[in-house]
């Protein structure tokens, strides 16, 4: 499956950001999903799952109360909703595709299928 990821941008604390991230190529529905980001000299880290059909839905504790993952199986695409932005959420974001069941949902290792990252800028 094919992701691309949109919606990122530059934006102060306490503003909002929605991301989304288009699958093709696959059944999208097929698919359990994963928001992840990286931040500059930092390793790639989880943000937030879901499965296929929206029933189980995990967020990393530094995210929690703040973002939202949604996702529309018939117009095949996932979002992040991000709301209380900080400064510390300045990271590149990535949607991905999980393809492996070995380890936790919060495992990269997890994921086969990766979009290309939208930066989002948070400024203080």
């Known amino acids: 499956v094919q992701l691309q990821a949109s919606g990122g941008g530059s934006v102060q604390a306490g503003g909002s950001l929605r991301l989304s991230c288009a699958a093709s190529?696959?059944?999208?529905?097929?698919?359990?999903m994963g928001w992840f980001r990286q931040a500059p000299g930092k390793e790639r880290e989880f943000v937030g799952y879901?499965?296929?059909?929206?029933?189980?839905?995990k967020y990393a504790d530094s995210v929690k109360g703040r973002f939202t993952i949604s996702r529309d199986n018939a117009k095949n695409t996932q979002y992040l909703q991000m709301n209380s932005l900080k400064p510390e959420d300045t990271a590149v974001y990535y949607c991905?595709?999980?393809?492996?069941?070995?380890?936790?949902?919060?495992?990269?290792?997890?994921?086969?299928?990766w979009g290309q990252g939208t930066q989002v800028t948070v400024s203080s």
């Open positions: 879901i499965n296929w059909n929206g029933s189980l839905i």
């Open positions: 190529g696959r059944t999208f529905g097929n698919y359990a």
């Open positions: 991905a595709a999980r393809t492996g069941w070995h380890g936790p949902y919060s495992d990269l290792s997890n994921f086969g299928f």
